[in-house]
């Protein structure tokens, strides 16, 4: 039964997101192409944070590396958006596999401060290199070139053709970490969350496995990043920066960092709430720090977590039992 | 040739020495308190501030200001470890961090509120305005000035850590909680009046570094966090004797780097970081753990 009404709930949002594609406003549009590629970028990092226990302040960079790699390949070789979207994820994928080298021969604190240094090298670099990628105005102009398929080509160059490219890899990200969470791999990453000693006598190669966990986010992240450039029409040196890598942690903290919907549901709140904040204030990091604070001091796993807890309470020891089972 | 190169020298030795005044406090919090605080660079953005405020209501007076300025930011200082940081210390690092992650953009929105998003002139120092001629060449007395505190901070950290009971015993509480706890130490006030103490360090750095900058800006933290966070990383996460050498190391290599290489200048820092953190991540004068 609970299967059935995880395959209807799934049926009824790709509808949704059909629907919308079809009568929503150019702001709906906007703010939904946003939401997804936030989600791509928060849902990717959760293999490596969530998953694998391991908090980067480094992918802001592989964000901005796929970014500007798409940015490139699009202005000076090829404007096609897929062979532009795939430059960019092999060079996100390149990048994260030399710091992902790197980084993960450390864990805890001293992962976390390697990958900040890390990021913030790729940074520097992007915003000293002037030639290349155009400083602090980032590489501009970018178009939206019809999708050429040999016999015929689409056109994404208005929001709601777009929108459905960004649909696309939402949805295939979306069954590819699917399919990596519930796979021996993603089992083996949750093991080096939960005691990596125990892994490592198991005779797995750890650091192995943490690389991929890097390198799959890393990719993710180069994702996010490509497509926003294609949404934006620009590159933004800052989405390189230390702080920029604080929003999928912050997304997936909202959604709850260990559930697999976390940080899909942090990323619609977070946009979301961004937006409404905005409406009525300029101080919207005030009430977003506010926010932070309440999730850490009291309701640590996220939305997820209290929906799930009240689910619980509701069913009683009925849940208990099937967990068992 | 040589002239420009002791004026580097000593350009990047004032950077190093203003790094110091917030790296210690910094250190210091991490070392005894395990908590690697992101909200630090905000209580130098505060002490900035409130010394900047304090000096306006006191009739310009800028001693009475970092007299008084820092102590309004420990009681915020306080006010975060006991209600809040005190009940997330046994959580996995990422709560931590966030935790003064959190602290951050409230109060870089708060300084936008009360102060307004634009950046505010700080007024030179009467008595340490102006510079003197060191071989032929002008340097401002205010960057002496730095240099000549810096070093007395170290000192006073140093003798009070190493020679008074104080010392002890916050030393012994950080390398061993449970027994400093039964033999009789208050930790979790312990705890407090360190983080205290760390806040009030970092919003004498503000306070000082006002003048120094010339500017008062709200995101003035985020930035200075971040060369305070590689300072501590070089030195060795806790180490005092290692923040303050990384802090001459990454002052002299910035000034040096901004002379003679600008384009790889903030590069080279982060390099060095990763370097360290790869070959000695005790850094230089940490315990290895």
């Given at each position: ?42 849902m990717?990092y ?6 694998t ?148 006598f ?10 991929a966990a ?31 890598s ?11 960092i ?25 101080n ?21 977590g ?20 | 040739m ?6 580097v ?38 002490g ?9 209501v ?114 012994a ?117």
């Amino acid at each position: 039964m609970r299967k059935a009404f995880v395959i209807t709930l799934c049926i009824l949002s790709l509808a949704g997101l059909i629907l919308l594609g079809l009568y929503g406003t150019r702001f709906a549009l906007y703010l939904a192409t946003r939401i997804m590629i936030l989600s791509i970028f928060a849902m990717g990092y959760n293999i490596l944070f969530g998953k694998t226990g391991l908090l980067s302040f480094g992918h802001g960079a592989f964000y901005a590396v796929g970014a500007y790699g798409m940015a490139l390949f699009s202005l000076h070789i090829n404007p096609h958006p897929l062979a532009c979207i795939v430059a960019g994820l092999c060079l996100a994928f390149i990048f994260s596999l030399i710091i992902g080298f790197f980084c993960v021969r450390h864990t805890e604190i001293y992962f976390a401060m390697l990958t900040l240094a890390f990021g913030m090298m790729v940074f520097s670099l992007i915003w000293n290199l002037r030639d290349i990628t155009g400083g602090d105005d980032g590489l501009v102009g970018i178009s939206r070139a019809p999708i050429e398929l040999g016999l015929f080509s689409i056109p994404i160059a208005k929001a709601n053709q777009f929108y459905f490219l960004v649909v696309f890899f939402f949805v295939l990200s979306i069954a590819v970490i699917y399919v990596i969470n519930n796979s021996p791999f993603g089992l083996v990453l949750s093991g080096i969350r939960e005691n990596d000693r125990r892994i490592e006598f198991a005779g797995l190669p750890l650091r192995k496995f943490r690389l991929a966990a890097f390198v799959i986010s890393g990719v993710f992240a180069g994702l996010a990043g490509s497509l926003s450039a294609l949404l934006e029409s620009n590159t933004d040196p800052f989405s390189a920066h230390w702080s920029h890598s604080a929003e999928p942690i912050l997304v997936s903290l909202i959604g709850g960092i260990q559930t697999f919907t976390g940080p899909l549901i942090g990323s619609v709140i977070f946009v979301w709430l961004r937006e409404i904040i905005e409406r009525f204030t300029q101080n919207w990091m005030l009430w977003f720090g506010l926010i932070l604070l309440l999730i850490i001091m009291g309701f640590r796993g996220g939305v997820v977590g209290v929906l799930s807890r009240i689910h619980r309470i509701i069913l009683g020891s009925d849940t208990q039992s099937q967990r068992i089972a | 040739m040589l002239t420009s190169v002791v004026h580097v020298c000593l350009a990047g030795l004032s950077t190093g020495m203003f790094i110091w005044l917030v790296a210690s406090g910094l250190t210091l919090i991490f070392g005894v308190l395990g908590v690697l605080n992101f909200a630090h660079g905000s209580f130098y953005m505060l002490g900035a501030y409130f010394c900047y405020t304090l000096l306006r209501v006191m009739g310009n007076n800028f001693w009475l200001g970092l007299l008084l300025g820092p102590l309004c930011v420990c009681v915020v200082g306080y006010l975060i470890e006991r209600y809040f940081l005190r009940y997330v210390y046994h959580l996995a690092l990422p709560y931590q961090l966030l935790l003064t992650f959190a602290f951050v953009l409230i109060f870089d929105d708060l300084v936008k509120i009360v102060w307004g998003p634009g950046s505010i002139g700080s007024p030179s120092v009467a008595g340490l305005a102006g510079s003197v001629p060191i071989l032929g060449r002008n340097f401002p007395v205010y960057n002496i000035f730095i240099m000549v505190v810096g070093p007395l901070v170290a000192l006073g950290m140093w003798a009070m850590l190493e020679r008074t009971w104080w010392g002890r015993i916050i030393r012994a509480s950080s390398s061993d909680r449970e027994m400093a706890s039964a033999i009789g130490v208050k930790v979790p006030a312990l705890f407090t009046a360190v983080f205290v103490f760390g806040t009030w360090l970092g919003a004498v750095g503000g306070g000082l570094a006002a003048p120094y900058v010339g500017l008062l800006t709200p995101g003035m933290g985020e930035s200075i966090i971040i060369d305070a966070f590689v300072v501590v990383v070089i030195g060795g996460l806790g180490s005092l004797k290692g923040a303050f050498l990384g802090a001459l190391i990454i002052g002299l290599l910035s000034s040096f780097g901004t002379r003679y290489i600008p384009t790889f200048d903030m590069f080279l820092t982060f390099i060095l970081m990763a370097a360290v953190l790869l070959w000695k991540p005790e850094g230089f004068f940490g315990e290895a753990k």
